[in-house]
């Protein structure tokens, strides 16, 4: 089954077209674990002024934003988000540029597969040596678990974004 691209007149299949709302759901939910970050840190401050502030507060945020960072990697790689030298390429013909994005597609799913392995690497010794945050023991390889998935959904969007821009160079050279 394929669906139209955004009138793009490309065609997705549905693998395609849910892996990219997976996407964008996983960055809806790393804004809301940000939103949760926000709440815990303005309650602290509002507490320490009439009881005391919560307990591991900066743990908290240590992780929480970590994790959220993370979650939002896979989004900016689907959209073209990521930061671009558009200077050296405003006057190129299209056939560069989308040339140029392709590359750029490549070296983001070898670098982003690299990255994963080795967080998933880092997550598996955190786990081994139970390293834990200081006042809450929370352990510390949890936050790890969506930072390899949110590497493991950086790998599917560079992937996409190559799809992307495969379809992309085939347009051109059509015209």
Same mark, same amino acid.
Do not use: H
């Given at each position: ?7 793009g007149g490309e065609r997705r299949s549905a693998l395609e077209s849910w892996l990219r709302t997976a996407i964008e ?32 507060? #900066?743990? +908290?945020?240590?992780?929480? @934003? $970590?994790? %959220?960072?993370? =979650?939002? *990697? ?5 959209? !073209? ?18 040339? #140029?994005? +392709?590359?750029?597609?490549? @070296? $983001?799913? %070898?670098?982003? =597969?690299? *990255? ?5 690497? !880092? ?53």
């Amino acid at each position: 089954m394929t669906t139209d691209n955004e009138g793009g007149g490309e065609r997705r299949s549905a693998l395609e077209s849910w892996l990219r709302t997976a996407i964008e759901c996983w960055a809806i939910l790393g804004g809301l674990f940000l939103l949760a970050v926000v709440l815990v840190n303005t309650s602290s401050v509002a507490l320490k002024f009439v009881w005391k502030p919560i307990a591991g507060d #900066l743990e +908290l945020t240590e992780l929480g @934003v $970590a994790i %959220a960072a993370f =979650s939002f *990697l896979p989004y900016c790689q689907l959209i !073209g988000a990521n930061v671009t030298a558009d200077i050296f390429t405003s006057k190129a013909p299209p056939l560069v540029v989308n040339l #140029l994005k +392709l590359a750029a597609a490549c @070296v $983001a799913l %070898a670098f982003a =597969s690299l *990255l994963m392995w080795s967080m998933y690497g !880092g997550m598996v010794s955190r786990l081994q040596y139970g390293n834990t945050t200081a006042i809450l023991q929370i352990p510390i390889w949890w936050a790890y678990v969506p930072a390899v998935l949110s590497w493991f959904l950086l790998i599917l969007a560079a992937a996409i974004s190559v799809i992307d821009g495969l379809r992309d160079l085939r347009a051109v050279r059509a015209i």
